[in-house]
């Protein structure tokens, strides 16, 4: 027990020093989950939204698809883009194995359906009333949709908010197509794993005590953003 205690104080130590290596780890973690999730939205909310305003009977499969990988496990997900990056892989030309582009791409692969089909779901509780009285206005197609969103904000925000906090603390895809490499593609998940292994707690937990703020920031945000959106 006095370990664990004085591995919290040493964490702490780290943390209020400003620890070079601890840095090094955190700002690569936030490049990369951030990143993803950037690119993770101009894909998954326009998707959602335009599956959301079609009938549901044709978009059924589509529909089962994004919600069977919204829950797909990580280490499927980093399996999947590892055989696709490889030496083997039909993208092996592009040496992206083993490099902070990698572990983007396989946040992507796992973020988008969660946006998706969380925005998918947003949207269509209250897009087709929204769209049909836009349209009673002379509103075209595209301004139509634009306020659809604008109206589905609320959920929207929240789908994006739900992606970045499945990606930044995730472990094993990134751990498959980033190796875990000091300095180059080690993030704050996989160095917690790895200082953990080696009994190197004061580092381990000083990571988790800013993974878990970060956690609590992003989590927070969340719930503002689903308190705002309620009618009361």
């Not at 892989?89 to 692969?109: D, K, N």
């Not at 751990?175 to 381990?204: D, P, S, W």
């Amino acid at each position: 027990m006095s370990r664990t205690f004085e591995g919290i104080i040493e964490a702490f130590r780290l943390i209020l020093a400003f620890d070079a290596d601890l840095l090094q780890i955190v700002f690569l973690s936030l490049q990369v989950s951030v990143t993803a999730i950037l690119l993770s939205t101009l894909l998954g909310v326009p998707l959602g939204t335009l599956l959301a305003l079609k009938p549901e009977k044709k978009t059924r499969l589509i529909n089962k698809v994004i919600f069977t990988f919204m829950g797909m496990p990580p280490v499927v997900g980093g399996l999947i883009i590892y055989l696709l990056l490889s030496r083997m892989g039909p993208l092996g030309v592009l040496g992206l194995l083993y490099s902070p582009t990698a572990m983007i791409i396989a946040q992507i692969f796992l973020a988008t359906p969660i946006i998706t089909g969380l925005t998918m779901v947003g949207v269509r509780a209250k897009g087709e009333k929204i769209e049909e009285t836009a349209r009673s206005l002379g509103a075209g197609s595209a301004l139509a949709a634009w306020t659809v969103v604008k109206e589905s904000r609320f959920g929207i925000f929240g789908a994006i908010i739900t992606g970045f906090s499945r990606v930044v603390a995730e472990v094993g895809a990134v751990m498959i197509v980033g190796g875990n490499i000091a300095g180059h593609t080690r993030v704050m998940t996989t160095a917690i794993v790895l200082e953990t292994r080696k009994g190197n707690f004061e580092l381990a937990i000083g990571l988790g005590i800013i993974l878990l703020i970060i956690s609590f920031v992003v989590n927070s945000m969340l719930y503002n953003i689903q308190k705002g959106g309620r009618s009361y």
